[in-house]
């Protein structure tokens, strides 16, 4: 069974930067397995910020493309989303998502939501303007 767990989120100033770290424990049955990170507003759906699947590719939302970096730790079992030039836009709770297959991603192309089985519990972004 594979738990996800979010930290890093905050407060921080139009223009600033944070990062957000999904560590997830237990492991799937393969090697190949596909994560990513969601993002709701108040008031708003869950969209979809960006994907990674372990052979390597990643995709991102025309909204955080340049601004925003997810990167992986092997040795961590960590997932990371690097937010530079946050934006009033950018607020709300973000969570982490994972599977155990290998989905779709790349180019603009990533998975929506319903395509991931396991959730974290998710961490505030809060950009104040």
């Known amino acids: 069974q594979v738990q996800l767990v979010e930290s890093g989120g905050g407060s921080v100033q139009a223009g600033g930067s944070l990062r957000l770290t999904c560590v997830m424990s237990?492991?799937?049955?393969?090697?190949?397995?596909?994560m990513g990170w969601f993002r709701q507003a108040p008031g708003k759906e869950r969209e979809g910020v960006g994907a990674?699947?372990?052979?390597?590719?990643?995709s991102y939302a025309d909204s955080v493309k340049g601004r925003f970096t997810i990167s992986h730790d092997n040795a961590k079992n960590a997932l990371y989303l690097q937010m530079d030039s946050l934006k009033p836009a950018d607020p709300g709770v973000y969570y982490c998502a994972a599977d155990s297959k290998k989905l779709p991603v790349g180019g603009a192309w990533f998975p929506g939501a319903s395509a991931y089985s396991d959730w974290g519990q998710g961490t505030q972004v809060t950009v104040p303007s």
């Open positions: 990674w699947v372990s052979v390597g590719s990643t």
């Open positions: 237990g492991k799937y049955p393969y090697q190949t397995y596909s």
